[in-house]
Protein backbone atom coordinates (compact mmCIF):
# COMPACT_ATOMS: atom_id res chain seq x y z
CA UNK A 1 0.00 0.00 0.00
CA UNK A 2 1.00 3.61 -0.47
CA UNK A 3 1.19 6.09 1.95
CA UNK A 4 2.76 9.89 2.22
CA UNK A 5 3.82 11.42 5.40
CA UNK A 6 3.83 15.28 5.39
CA UNK A 7 5.90 15.82 8.85
CA UNK A 8 4.64 19.79 9.32
CA UNK A 9 1.36 20.86 10.33
CA UNK A 10 1.88 24.25 9.64
CA UNK A 11 4.81 26.42 8.86
CA UNK A 12 5.76 29.89 8.57
CA UNK A 13 7.78 32.15 5.83
CA UNK A 14 8.56 35.66 5.20
CA UNK A 15 7.38 36.94 2.30
CA UNK A 16 10.29 37.05 -0.32
CA UNK A 17 12.13 34.04 1.42
CA UNK A 18 12.13 30.56 -0.24
CA UNK A 19 10.41 27.68 1.58
CA UNK A 20 10.82 24.00 1.79
CA UNK A 21 7.66 21.81 2.55
CA UNK A 22 8.65 18.26 3.64
CA UNK A 23 6.86 14.96 1.66
CA UNK A 24 8.06 11.18 1.87
CA UNK A 25 6.55 8.59 0.33
CA UNK A 26 6.59 4.67 0.52
CA UNK A 27 5.64 2.28 -1.86
CA UNK A 28 6.09 -0.97 -3.68
CA UNK A 29 5.93 0.41 -7.16
CA UNK A 30 8.67 1.25 -9.41
CA UNK A 31 6.40 3.53 -11.47
CA UNK A 32 4.56 6.03 -9.55
CA UNK A 33 4.06 10.08 -9.88
CA UNK A 34 4.06 12.63 -7.13
CA UNK A 35 2.13 15.62 -6.90
CA UNK A 36 1.37 19.02 -4.91
CA UNK A 37 -1.50 20.88 -4.72
CA UNK A 38 -2.57 23.93 -3.22
CA UNK A 39 -5.45 24.22 -1.43
CA UNK A 40 -6.27 28.03 -0.53
CA UNK A 41 -9.13 29.08 2.05
CA UNK A 42 -11.42 28.87 -0.81
CA UNK A 43 -11.18 25.26 -1.06
CA UNK A 44 -10.35 24.30 -4.26
CA UNK A 45 -7.54 21.63 -5.05
CA UNK A 46 -4.67 23.45 -7.72
CA UNK A 47 -2.10 21.52 -9.31
CA UNK A 48 0.96 22.70 -8.92
CA UNK A 49 3.98 20.21 -10.19
CA UNK A 50 4.26 16.28 -11.16
CA UNK A 51 7.49 13.96 -11.01
CA UNK A 52 7.87 11.24 -12.36
CA UNK A 53 9.73 8.53 -10.69
CA UNK A 54 12.03 7.39 -13.50
CA UNK A 55 12.48 11.33 -13.96
CA UNK A 56 16.36 12.28 -13.73
CA UNK A 57 15.93 15.25 -13.18
CA UNK A 58 13.69 18.26 -10.53
CA UNK A 59 10.55 19.53 -11.85
CA UNK A 60 10.04 22.77 -11.55
CA UNK A 61 7.58 24.93 -12.58
CA UNK A 62 8.02 28.99 -12.38
CA UNK A 63 8.28 29.48 -8.37
CA UNK A 64 7.93 26.11 -7.72
CA UNK A 65 10.41 23.41 -7.74
CA UNK A 66 9.91 19.97 -6.53
CA UNK A 67 13.32 18.30 -4.62
CA UNK A 68 13.63 14.41 -5.48
CA UNK A 69 15.32 12.23 -3.82
CA UNK A 70 14.43 8.48 -4.48
CA UNK A 71 16.83 6.74 -2.60
CA UNK A 72 15.66 8.25 0.69
CA UNK A 73 11.69 8.29 -0.82
CA UNK A 74 11.41 12.60 -0.69
CA UNK A 75 9.66 15.01 -2.51
CA UNK A 76 9.73 18.32 -0.86
CA UNK A 77 7.93 21.45 -2.48
CA UNK A 78 10.35 24.26 -3.07
CA UNK A 79 8.63 27.55 -2.92
CA UNK A 80 10.83 30.65 -4.03
CA UNK A 81 10.07 34.33 -3.13
CA UNK A 82 7.10 33.31 -1.02
CA UNK A 83 4.16 35.55 -1.36
CA UNK A 84 1.06 36.10 0.17
CA UNK A 85 -0.93 34.98 -1.97
CA UNK A 86 0.59 31.37 -1.00
CA UNK A 87 -0.61 30.88 2.06
CA UNK A 88 -2.36 27.78 1.68
CA UNK A 89 -3.08 24.43 2.79
CA UNK A 90 0.12 21.97 0.42
CA UNK A 91 -1.29 18.44 -0.19
CA UNK A 92 1.54 16.24 -0.89
CA UNK A 93 0.02 13.20 -3.64
CA UNK A 94 1.29 9.98 -5.00
CA UNK A 95 -0.43 8.41 -8.27
CA UNK A 96 0.04 4.75 -8.66
CA UNK A 97 0.02 3.75 -12.44
CA UNK A 98 -3.29 2.18 -14.29
CA UNK A 99 -5.44 3.84 -11.83
CA UNK A 100 -7.19 7.41 -11.51
CA UNK A 101 -6.68 7.34 -7.18
CA UNK A 102 -4.01 8.99 -5.64
CA UNK A 103 -2.85 8.82 -2.13
CA UNK A 104 -2.84 12.03 -0.07
CA UNK A 105 -0.82 13.62 3.08
CA UNK A 106 -2.59 14.99 5.81
CA UNK A 107 -1.18 18.33 4.43
CA UNK A 108 0.89 21.46 5.38
CA UNK A 109 -0.74 25.22 6.24
CA UNK A 110 2.01 27.54 5.11
CA UNK A 111 1.73 31.60 6.05
CA UNK A 112 3.41 33.69 4.75
CA UNK A 113 4.08 36.97 6.64
CA UNK A 114 4.41 40.23 5.14
CA UNK B 1 -15.23 22.94 -21.24
CA UNK B 2 -16.43 23.38 -17.60
CA UNK B 3 -14.21 20.66 -16.26
CA UNK B 4 -15.70 18.39 -13.05
CA UNK B 5 -18.81 19.70 -11.91
CA UNK B 6 -20.55 18.77 -8.67
CA UNK B 7 -23.64 19.36 -7.29
CA UNK B 8 -24.69 20.44 -4.78
CA UNK B 9 -22.19 22.82 -3.16
CA UNK B 10 -23.61 22.71 0.51
CA UNK B 11 -26.33 19.93 1.96
CA UNK B 12 -27.19 19.54 5.55
CA UNK B 13 -29.25 16.18 6.38
CA UNK B 14 -30.71 14.97 9.05
CA UNK B 15 -29.14 11.05 10.45
CA UNK B 16 -30.47 8.30 8.65
CA UNK B 17 -31.50 10.65 5.49
CA UNK B 18 -30.12 9.30 1.86
CA UNK B 19 -28.64 11.80 -0.51
CA UNK B 20 -27.33 11.96 -4.05
CA UNK B 21 -24.02 14.18 -4.64
CA UNK B 22 -23.69 14.43 -8.21
CA UNK B 23 -20.30 14.71 -10.34
CA UNK B 24 -19.87 15.07 -14.10
CA UNK B 25 -16.53 16.00 -16.03
CA UNK B 26 -16.42 17.12 -19.69
CA UNK B 27 -13.24 15.88 -20.67
CA UNK B 28 -13.83 12.80 -21.52
CA UNK B 29 -11.70 11.25 -18.71
CA UNK B 30 -11.58 7.76 -17.94
CA UNK B 31 -10.66 7.57 -14.49
CA UNK B 32 -12.54 9.30 -11.59
CA UNK B 33 -12.75 9.05 -7.85
CA UNK B 34 -14.66 10.60 -5.04
CA UNK B 35 -12.67 11.81 -1.82
CA UNK B 36 -13.93 13.36 1.86
CA UNK B 37 -11.66 15.58 3.25
CA UNK B 38 -12.36 16.02 7.17
CA UNK B 39 -11.07 19.25 9.06
CA UNK B 40 -7.46 19.78 8.71
CA UNK B 41 -6.51 16.29 7.22
CA UNK B 42 -5.76 15.19 3.66
CA UNK B 43 -8.29 13.62 1.65
CA UNK B 44 -8.79 9.62 1.78
CA UNK B 45 -10.47 8.03 -1.54
CA UNK B 46 -13.85 6.33 -1.03
CA UNK B 47 -14.51 4.79 -4.21
CA UNK B 48 -13.34 5.19 -8.02
CA UNK B 49 -13.59 4.04 -11.58
CA UNK B 50 -11.30 3.13 -14.64
CA UNK B 51 -14.29 3.80 -16.58
CA UNK B 52 -17.94 3.40 -17.47
CA UNK B 53 -19.49 0.18 -15.79
CA UNK B 54 -16.39 0.05 -13.68
CA UNK B 55 -16.06 1.02 -9.83
CA UNK B 56 -13.70 -0.13 -7.18
CA UNK B 57 -13.39 0.58 -3.51
CA UNK B 58 -10.97 3.10 -1.97
CA UNK B 59 -9.87 3.58 1.54
CA UNK B 60 -13.15 4.24 3.26
CA UNK B 61 -15.86 3.14 1.18
CA UNK B 62 -18.36 2.16 4.02
CA UNK B 63 -21.66 3.94 3.96
CA UNK B 64 -21.35 4.87 0.12
CA UNK B 65 -22.21 3.40 -2.89
CA UNK B 66 -21.43 4.69 -6.38
CA UNK B 67 -22.36 3.73 -10.06
CA UNK B 68 -20.69 4.55 -13.36
CA UNK B 69 -23.03 4.43 -16.08
CA UNK B 70 -21.32 6.77 -18.59
CA UNK B 71 -17.95 8.33 -18.91
CA UNK B 72 -19.42 11.54 -18.09
CA UNK B 73 -21.21 10.95 -14.50
CA UNK B 74 -20.14 9.22 -11.24
CA UNK B 75 -22.51 9.84 -8.49
CA UNK B 76 -21.70 9.18 -4.95
CA UNK B 77 -25.01 7.82 -2.88
CA UNK B 78 -25.15 8.21 1.00
CA UNK B 79 -27.43 5.01 2.00
CA UNK B 80 -27.77 6.35 5.56
CA UNK B 81 -26.68 9.29 6.28
CA UNK B 82 -24.43 9.70 10.12
CA UNK B 83 -22.55 12.52 11.87
CA UNK B 84 -19.71 10.76 11.14
CA UNK B 85 -19.83 11.30 7.35
CA UNK B 86 -20.07 15.33 7.88
CA UNK B 87 -17.06 15.93 5.78
CA UNK B 88 -16.29 18.12 2.53
CA UNK B 89 -16.70 15.64 -0.56
CA UNK B 90 -14.58 15.97 -3.69
CA UNK B 91 -14.91 14.08 -7.14
CA UNK B 92 -12.06 14.36 -9.58
CA UNK B 93 -11.04 13.15 -12.48
CA UNK B 94 -7.68 12.06 -14.94
CA UNK B 95 -6.88 11.15 -18.44
CA UNK B 96 -6.06 7.81 -19.18
CA UNK B 97 -3.55 8.46 -21.28
CA UNK B 98 -1.91 10.27 -19.30
CA UNK B 99 -0.78 7.92 -17.37
CA UNK B 100 1.44 8.79 -13.99
CA UNK B 101 1.18 11.98 -15.61
CA UNK B 102 -1.55 12.88 -15.42
CA UNK B 103 -2.66 15.11 -12.37
CA UNK B 104 -6.53 15.11 -10.94
CA UNK B 105 -8.91 17.59 -11.90
CA UNK B 106 -11.33 18.46 -9.10
CA UNK B 107 -14.34 19.52 -8.66
CA UNK B 108 -15.28 22.72 -6.59
CA UNK B 109 -16.34 20.19 -3.62
CA UNK B 110 -19.31 19.65 -1.70
CA UNK B 111 -19.73 20.60 2.11
CA UNK B 112 -22.17 18.13 3.90
CA UNK B 113 -23.51 18.47 7.37
CA UNK B 114 -25.52 16.14 9.36
CA UNK B 115 -27.32 16.51 12.28
Known amino acids: AQKITQTQPGMFVQEKEAVTLDCTYD???????LFWYKQPSSGEMIFLIY??????QNATEGRYSLNFQKARKSANLVISASQLGDSAMYFC???????????FGDGTTLTVKP | NAGVTQTPKFQVLKTGQSMTLQCAQD?????MSWYRQDPGMGLRLIHY???????DQGEVPNGYNVSRSTTEDFPLRLLSAAPSQTSVYFC??????????????FGPGTRLTVT
Open chain 2, 92 to 105: ASTHTLSGIRGEQY
Open chain 1, 27 to 33: TSDPSYG
Open chain 1, 51 to 56: QGSYDQ
Open chain 1, 93 to 103: AMREPNAGKST
Open chain 2, 27 to 31: MNHEY
Open chain 2, 49 to 55: SVGAGIT
